[in-house]
């Protein structure tokens, strides 16, 4: 694998398909939320001013990455937020996920609009730990 932290963009034929790492799952889930907003707007210009606390449960892994993106999502459909920051700081037996994510009202004078990300997709969504790294990759609908 060669890597283990980030994220990468890998090409897809009409929706945004993203591959991140980490040495832990919650790494590799704090790299998926980063990925998305990158998507979003430029992350290094969001400040992280407004904090979000994230305490969902899942039926297993899948949903709970799907339940955890989906989340942060509603905060910027119902408030119009872009977050820089996300820190999980627990995923406990698969199925549920404490964290926050912090960021800033969406501004065009000062962030840049990319591509809006409608929603979280199950589409080629895998969680896979090997050599020490935990691998996501999942699909979202832009």
Not at 47 to 65: A, H, T, V, W
Not at 68 to 87: H, N, P
Request: proline residues 1%; charged residues 25%.
């Amino acid at each position: 694998m060669g890597r283990c932290g980030g994220y990468e963009f890998i090409d897809h034929t009409s929706d945004v398909l993203i591959r991140t790492y980490g040495k832990t799952l919650e790494e590799a889930f704090e790299q998926s939320a980063l990925a998305v907003y990158d998507i979003i707007t430029d992350t290094n210009k969001v400040e992280p001013k407004i904090e979000r606390i994230i305490s969902i449960d899942g039926i297993d892994l899948y949903n709970l990455l799907y339940r955890w993106i989906e989340s942060l999502l509603y905060y910027t459909d119902a408030e119009g937020l872009v977050f820089s920051y996300f820190k999980v700081n627990e995923i406990k037996n698969e199925t549920r996920l404490s964290g926050i994510a912090r960021g800033e009202k969406f501004n065009l004078n000062k962030h840049e609009h990319r591509t809006a990300v409608k929603a979280m997709t199950y589409s080629q969504m895998g969680i896979t730990f090997s050599s020490g790294c935990w691998r996501i990759d999942f699909v979202v609908d832009i």
